[in-house]
């Protein structure tokens, strides 16, 4: 009798105990935000497939996908009000600022098969030795051409081996009538490549000291400008285009230089030009071009902070980088093993932009160089039209970088 009640108060205190611990069968659902901007319908469509399998794999987490408008105000004003989403969009550019906010968690042992991530793209995402987050996709500059043009102008079409001298050259020889050989947008990112391909650098590789006052870089700007000021190349503007895959679309510009997003819109505005791809040319110093890239961040302040990286891991890992080399909208996987994939999707003729992986240099600038990039976007502006020289150029944008680094 008594060893029966022993065993009856036994079971009444597991059945009490199994009561207050939820079991992990009848766990609550955690629902985490991800927030990003919106894309293409296409780009867009493929993250919801990517997130309803991410939901499928793990049923205890539901996802609340926010493409919003107005991103980067979107989420200050979320982190400044204590509601920020657990994982967000990071573009290159404004990891810094969030790093320095304290916002942004620190990846590092969090992401996973890190050596299986293109080793440039890594260090995009690094800062002092820290990795934050893994890359979504990336994008790298090339040059794209106008067959027919070529063909009529009895011009070769560009190779790997092209320099500044070919590039000059076949500038001139497609600049007839309303058209010009290359259209150049009066930007700071897309002149980079040419500072980097002349040996130049903005600042000391400590980013104490400003290197922009060099032989180099006048030698980018000299020859970026000249080919405007010789009526062979011009911004997208002057040839009534709002950038350079219309001026290419509209085959008011023979040769532009974009990323792979110029894959889509050829397809979906201008079907019927025949053009080809082919890497940047070569400057004194070699090649280089830009990588253009966004992680998913995981937020520091964080309810939720396995599921988060559970989240990221799942969109940036090996299976996710693959969806995003079949989705077919033109954007990289950030992942060595699924480039093969995104060329078989997209064409061999493609290949230049996963070429200009090896080469690539990060578009990111130091906390605060906005007036920097905005100083030196309305010289060349200015420089393209005629009224300053690249002297100018050069003397403005050291002075301002000078007083962001307090020298």
Known sequence: MKRSLVLVLVLTL????????????????????????????????????MVDAFEEANPNIAV?????????????????SGDAPNVFYVDSSKLPDLVDAGVIAAGDDQIVDQDDIYPSLLDVFTIDDTLYCAPKDFSTLTLQY?????????????????????????????????????????????????????????????????????????????FYV????????????????????????????????????????????????????????????????????????????????????????????????LMVAEAGFGVMPARLSAADTWLQVHGEDFQPFVTGADYSHRWVLPIGFGDFTDTFNNDLKEAMAGNLTTEDIIADSVDVANEILGQ
């Open 146 to 222: 106008n067959k027919d043009l070529f063909d009529a102008a009895g011009v070769d079409y560009p190779t790997s081996d092209w320099t500044w001298d070919d590039l000059a050259a076949a500038a001139e020889a497609l600049t007839e009538g309303d058209v010009v050989g290359l259209v150049v947008p009066a930007e700071l990112p897309r002149w980079l490549p040419f500072l980097y391909q002349a040996g130049g650098s903005i600042l000391s590789e400590d980013g104490t000291e400003v290197t922009f006052d060099s032989e180099e870089t006048a030698a980018a700007l000299d």
């Open 14 to 49: 597991t059945l009490a105990v199994f009561a207050r611990t939820p079991s992990s069968h009848a766990q609550d659902k955690v629902t985490i935000q991800l927030m990003g901007w919106s894309s293409s319908d296409a780009e867009n469509a493929a993250l919801q497939s």
């Open 64 to 80: 609340d996908l926010q493409l919003v408008p107005e991103f980067d105000t979107t989420l200050q004003a979320a982190f400044a």
């Open 226 to 321: 000249g080919l405007v000021t010789d009526g062979f190349a011009a911004p997208p503007s002057a040839i009534d285009s709002g950038w350079g895959g219309e001026a290419l679309g509209k085959q008011r510009a023979a040769m532009a230089m974009e990323g792979n997003w110029i894959i889509g819109a050829m397809e979906e505005n201008y079907p019927d030009v025949n053009y080809g791809i082919a890497e940047l040319p070569a400057g004194p110093a070699g090649k280089a071009t830009m990588a253009f890239t966004v992680c998913y961040g995981v937020a520091a302040d964080n309810d939720h902070p396995e599921e988060s990286w559970a989240l990221a891991n799942f969109l940036t890992g090996k299976d996710g980088a």
